[in-house]
């Protein structure tokens, strides 16, 4: 039983060529996770420095009594600075509400462009599969 040699030169040269092929559109893929990953780990240290940063400067706004309100006070406004310290925080969580909003927009959008090169990677792959095994 002859073995051509010429369809064996072919199998192996399609076999190397679709090798090839993956590793080039495999590397594509884990650029763009390694991308993507790399995006997502700078935008939570950015949003979390930006809720710190929030943070710090409601406490430093909320209100803090010299001294205890005097006994002709109290009557007046019992209350007043639990209302300051309450407003202080609810514009907190809504600050960070928004940050944590922004943050995850930005990581949609990218998340959008890393699904887009991982599509045209892996129909990159299949039109050359096609290519090479139809020949």
């Known amino acids: 039983m002859a073995i051509n040699c010429g369809s064996l030169t072919d199998v192996q040269s399609k076999v190397l060529e679709a090798v090839a092929a993956f590793t080039q559109a495999n590397q594509r893929v884990v650029g763009e996770l390694i991308e993507l990953s790399s995006q997502a780990a700078r935008e939570s240290l950015r949003s979390l420095a930006e809720m710190q940063t929030a943070a710090m400067e409601t406490v430093r706004s909320m209100p ?55 599509e045209q990677a892996a129909s990159g792959y299949m039109s050359r599969m096609k290519d090479l095994y139809s020949r």
């Open 64 to 118: 803090m009594p010299a001294a205890a309100p005097s006994m002709e006070e109290l009557p007046q406004d019992p209350f007043a600075l639990y209302r300051k310290g309450f407003q202080a925080t609810a514009k907190l969580v809504e600050t960070n509400a928004q940050i944590v909003t922004r943050n995850v927009e930005k990581l949609q959008e990218s998340t959008g462009r890393a699904a887009k090169e991982i």
